[in-house]
């Protein structure tokens, strides 16, 4: 049957039922698959691919936004994009999923020996989901997959794991007014990441730079809900160039929060 994701080799993989001795996918299903968009590309509405123009009947949806988003004649759209399989930023340098100590050693915007991939280039493709805070904290980013819908459609899973991140949209000095490095006492990066399953949080953090694996069961889950969004660091800053104020008053820090769910795969 026909399963309207993002590509055939998507499809192949849905349809792949082969499992481990654990009982988990042997060919892990990528969320960003299930965005009813190509892969690389920006998701600004639900994606219900059975939608009936002539009843209204939006059919069995894959993905929906949040209550807060505008609804449309069969879909809800939102102002806060989902990326597949990229960051969500446009600058061609910082537009794949290279979450900090991920990174390329080496790019245009400088280069390092430590917490970063000896070898990588920008445009190394990285799985997951780009999901870059909203700017208007009472509306994350949000968006909720109906694990029923899938189902229906004979995909096999168990579990839910996935990498949070931060992609930083500047690599340098905070003293120049970039993000800095993650890892910092005090750093400049940072978001917050929560899951629900079925509504209820299963998962919540506050990440700027970890290599923490989430996996969460979600064999009775209905729906999966991923959210991201801005945190207030709670400690002042002096100067640190334009982007914090400048000069050298003490400024409010900010955070660089490129919010990311890195291999976010059902298996």
């Known amino acids: ?20 001795a654990s009982g988990r996918r042997t060919s892990p299903l990528h969320l960003s698959c299930m965005l009813g968009v190509d892969l690389g590309s920006k998701a600004f509405a639900e994606h219900c ?13 894959y993905t929906k936004f949040p ?12 102002l806060n994009p989902i990326c597949a399989d990229c960051s969500g930023y446009d600058n061609y340098n910082v537009s794949q999923l290279h979450i900090y100590q991920e990174e390329p050693c080496r790019s245009v915007l400088g280069s390092r020996t430590e917490n970063c991939v000896e070898g990588g280039v920008a445009s190394d493709v990285v799985r997951g989901l780009g999901m870059l805070p909203s700017s ?32 930083r949209e500047l690599y ?15 750093p400049m990066c940072g978001a917050s990441f929560v899951v629900e399953k079925d509504g209820v949080v299963a998962y919540e953090a506050v990440i700027a730079a970890s290599d923490e694996v989430i996996d969460i069961d979600v064999r009775d889950a209905k729906t999966l809900t991923l959210r991201t969004g ?35 795969v059902l298996v």
């Open 1 to 20: 049957r026909k399963l309207y994701l993002a590509s055939t080799t998507c499809e192949d993989t849905a349809m792949d039922k082969s499992l481990d």
């Open 49 to 61: 691919p059975e939608a009936n123009v002539l009843t209204g009947d939006k059919g069995d949806c």
């Open 67 to 78: 209550a807060y988003a505008s609804e449309a004649a069969l879909v809800t759209t939102t």
């Open 136 to 167: 208007d904290p009472s509306r994350p980013t949000e968006i909720t997959f109906n694990l029923t819908t899938m189902r229906s459609k004979d995909m096999v899973f168990s579990r839910f794991t996935a990498r949070p991140g931060i992609v």
């Open 172 to 186: 340098h000095d905070v003293s120049d007014g970039g993000c800095g490095a993650c890892t910092d006492e005090n």
């Open 230 to 264: 801005s945190v207030t660091p709670s400690y002042w800053r002096l100067g640190g160039g334009l982007n914090y104020g400048g000069e050298t008053e003490p400024m409010q820090a900010q955070f660089c929060d490129g919010a990311a769910w890195t291999e976010a």
